[in-house]
């Protein structure tokens, strides 16, 4: 292979996406014969199983997000560039991404596509004005910022009515993710904030935990989804199974049961983890190949990772549909170093034919619930309580990218579990605000989460819900 002045040219390797996947798969090439490119939308790689703890006042977000340059900054053969990828041509070998007004076109070789997945509300998309998602480090801001200031409203608010709004908080989905924020919150509540207002007492509040599901975390199932529950209530969480969300709007949820009953739940802060939607990238993929996508929108791929008619072209993570695999980090990170490693075979000579089939290694799956309590299944072996979570903290500090981020993780964590104190209690405006802005900027005019810039707090992070007419209140 030779570039434009005839001179021999490594194999251009491009990976689409900063997370697990694409990161592990450009770490594992850092000594192959090619030239890498990463493209990201961010200029961090993200530890999302931890970003509740961002939510809730744990961690700080450089505790998490580490920035990618530096991590990959003495990997000679990468470059990486900062951009929203738009447009994959497989024909012309090209990726096309967008960042400040600037349009970049990449050639590539070879393309591992790792861009992940972001919230799915089912079809109800405009439930995310009032019911944010959690998957990434603004999502997490903002949920802090809505989280705190809600108690903060409480505190100043002269009615009950409003009050009990403001001290209501929802999580939708009782999946890892819902289950360990439900957690959070409750800790928060009755631990972290009691005796620190005057005028409210912070383990008044109710934690809500809603899914259309029979079992709290159904992954799991049997005595650890059990132990789960019972942790929960213990710590004064609510939990409602069997509960489809039909409604979200700013005074709260309309909830549909199992018996048809429809009723309402008012509550300010809503917070949304029932579902994913992979990466739009992979209906581009699509359409340009044999290859087809799911309901989720993830990519079915051979069992090289690779897509139909196109040896070259991977995708990985949650972007990937294989044989039921998870959408886990574990996953991602295996499918990005099986990728990088069979590109580093064949940049030596090896053909593509001699590729083996992915597999995975299933290390477990675990949930923290509480401190000093968590569910971890590895097997057919099953874990609750201390020692699950002993583990868990072992796995997730080993997987944090960063020895300055390891040190400072655990010194965070220490400060929480044996102590009352969080030390990233601080919220601002703008963590609330800056989605509604951005939208604005960029002329998404009403998917923003403000109604009147003349006010200070968009209308749902306001306490002035009116109370009810009487006849509202007898009906």
């Known amino acids: 292979m030779t570039n434009e002045t005839g001179q021999p040219q490594r194999p251009r ?144 608010s002269e009615d009950d009515y409003a009050r009990e709004r403001l001290m209501t908080f929802v999580v939708v989905g009782a999946g890892p993710t819902g289950v360990e924020l439900a957690g959070q919150i409750a800790e928060l509540a009755h631990r972290t904030l009691v005796g620190a207002f005057r005028r409210i007492d912070t383990r008044d509040a109710r934690v809500i935990l809603l899914d259309g599901a029979d079992t709290v975390l159904p992954v799991y199932g049997g005595k650890l989804s059990a132990s789960a529950a019972k942790k929960l209530e213990k710590m004064n969480v609510e939990i409602q199974l069997g509960a489809m969300v039909t409604n979200v709007n700013r005074d709260g949820l309309s909830v549909k049961d199992r018996d048809g009953t429809v009723r309402e739940i008012r509550s300010q802060c809503k917070v949304w983890s029932a579902g994913v939607q992979a990466s739009p990238l992979g209906k581009q993929l699509a359409e340009q190949s044999d290859t087809e996508i799911d309901r989720a929108g993830r990519v079915l791929v051979n069992p090289d990772l690779s897509i139909p008619g196109h040896s070259n072209v991977f995708v990985i993570g949650d972007m990937m549909a294989l044989d039921d695999l998870p959408g886990l980090a574990q996953v991602a990170m295996q499918g990005g170093e099986y990728v990088a490693k069979n590109l580093k075979a064949e940049a030596k000579g090896r053909s593509v034919d001699e590729r083996t089939p992915f597999k995975y290694w299933d290390k477990g799956s675990m949930a923290t619930i509480s401190r000093f309590n968590a569910v971890a299944k590895v097997g057919k072996i099953e874990i609750a309580g201390f020692f699950a979570w002993v583990i868990w903290l072992a796995i997730h500090l080993m997987y944090l990218v960063g020895y300055r981020s390891r040190l400072a993780t655990l010194l965070s964590w220490s400060t929480t579990f044996f102590g009352r104190g969080r030390g990233q209690m601080t919220i601002t405006v703008q963590q609330v605000l800056g989605r509604t802005a951005i939208d604005r900027l960029t002329g998404k005019v009403g998917t923003g989460h403000g109604d009147s810039p003349a006010q200070q707090l968009p209308p749902e992070v306001r306490a002035d819900a009116a109370p009810p007419s009487e006849e509202h209140a007898a009906s």
Do not use: W
């Open 13 to 156: 390797v491009v990976v689409i996406g900063s997370g697990f996947g694409g990161l592990f798969a450009v770490r594992k090439l850092k000594r192959a014969d090619v030239d890498v490119t990463l493209i990201a939308k961010t200029t961090h790689h993200l530890f999302q199983p931890l970003l509740y703890q961002v939510a809730t006042g744990i961690l700080s977000e450089g505790e998490i997000a580490p920035a990618t340059r530096l991590v990959v900054r003495k990997q000679e053969n990468t470059r990486v560039m900062v951009g929203d990828v738009c447009g994959i041509d497989l024909a012309a070998k090209t990726v096309t991404s967008e960042a400040m007004n600037m349009q970049t076109v990449t050639p590539f070789d070879s393309l591992i596509v790792a861009a992940g997945a972001g919230q799915s509300y089912f079809g109800n998309d405009h439930f995310a004005k009032y019911a944010p998602g959690m998957k990434t480090i603004d999502d997490a801001l903002e949920l802090r910022g809505r989280i705190l200031g809600a108690f903060e409203q409480a505190e100043i």
